[in-house]
């Protein structure tokens, strides 16, 4: 069931799939997900090779043949398959289990001889959604699983290993995990530029007083700039974490370029919190602006119940028509009445005038 724009930020961050209490390791088949795909990228200084494959037993053709195979799969669909490959390169089930239950946070740990990496991508389809990138980084491999997704945020990777640009065909297996991480990382600088971009096109609008479809798309803006952060945040952690001296699975030369991505990773979150000090700010601007409203509507209620209350006053005096009231029988009487509530009401008038309650 879709929810109110103003209720999107209830929405459960995922859905765990295994019951509670269920062993270490166990795996279950992910429900609606598309068949599994598996792509090849096999390299060296001076060869290359890529192709699309249909079983786990073709990787084996690739690997030892060249520096580093790259194999990727797109979709969890096919856990045969997963299974397979994982038998393959002899994962831990707990990796296994990690991968394929995708609401995992983003973290780098090792297992012996290979490293494990999980990054969350984030896109906006038209909603905002992050799907699960996994890792698996060895000496001349890297397994990279994901989940289905609309946009290929690896393909500028895949046109450099095609091109020779850089560096990325003399390095081993570490840094292509590393140059992956760090295409993930700045798909999401277009994703939160777009939320400020947003916020520019909600400024004048609220200035103007149009609040009514404002400030839902002001707190939808909040919350799913909460939600990437939320996603964003670990990947800093994770990223610290491979450059430590206990993570040895990296050489001292990526290394160098994991500062670039924890640099990158710092700036989208000064520019989320920025972001979200702005959507904070523009709500408090609106509960001022309603606040002054009601304010100025206040004021003009107290002039008017001011003016009429001493008016009322004198229209009651004159009404009571009691016998002995001198004027009611004098041929001015109702010119005075009318003289003085003018007279009492212009004096009021001109009293909150020179007190400024007349003025913007």
Not at 48 to 72: C, K, M, N, P, Q
Not at 237 to 245: D, K, S
Not at 261 to 284: E, K, N, V, W
Not at 335 to 354: K, N, P, Q
Request: hydrophobic share 40%; proline share 5%.
């Amino acid at each position: 069931m879709k929810l109110p724009i103003d209720l999107q930020f209830l929405r459960r961050p995922f859905e765990r799939r295994t019951p509670p209490g269920s062993a270490p390791g166990t795996a279950s088949k992910p429900e609606e997900e598309v068949a599994s795909r598996i792509h090849v990228v096999a390299f060296g200084p001076d060869e290359f090779e890529e192709a699309e494959i249909d079983t786990a037993d073709e990787v084996r053709e690739y690997l030892g043949s060249y520096d580093v195979t790259w194999i990727h799969v797109h979709g969890l669909g096919n856990t045969e398959q997963l299974r397979q490959l994982a038998d393959l390169f002899d994962l831990h089930p707990l990796v296994y289990e990690d991968i394929l239950h995708p609401h995992q946070r983003a973290k780098a740990e090792e297992y012996g001889d290979y490293a494990f990496i999980v990054v969350r991508m984030v896109e906006i389809h038209p909603h905002l959604d992050t799907q699960q990138l996994s890792m698996v980084v060895g000496e001349n491999f890297l397994l990279s699983i994901e989940e289905a997704s609309a946009q290929d945020r690896l393909e500028p990777v895949r046109e450099r290993l095609r091109k020779r640009v850089g560096r990325i065909r003399q390095m081993n297996a570490d840094y292509l995990s590393y140059a992956l991480m760090d295409s993930v990382i700045d798909h999401y600088f277009p994703v939160v530029e777009s939320f400020g971009d947003r916020l520019d096109l909600l400024d004048d609008p609220l200035a103007a007083g149009y609040t009514h479809d404002v400030i839902p798309q002001i707190q939808k803006i909040s919350s799913d700039l909460l939600t990437i952060r939320r996603n964003l945040l670990p990947h800093r952690e994770a990223i610290r974490n491979m450059m430590g001296a206990r993570f040895t699975r990296y050489s001292e030369n990526t290394t160098v370029f994991l500062r670039d991505a924890d640099d990158h990773t710092s700036q989208l979150l000064d520019a989320i919190d920025a972001y979200r000090q702005i959507c904070s700010d523009m709500r408090d601007f609106h509960f001022a602006l309603t606040s002054q409203r009601a304010n100025e509507v206040m004021k003009t209620l107290t002039i008017i119940a001011t003016v009429f209350i001493p008016l009322s006053f004198i229209a009651g005096v004159y009404g009571m028509n009691f016998h002995d009231m001198p004027e009611l029988k004098w041929k001015f009487g109702y010119e005075f009445a009318w003289i003085l509530m003018l007279s009492v009401a212009g004096g009021l008038m001109t009293w909150f005038y020179t007190r400024g309650w007349f003025k913007e």
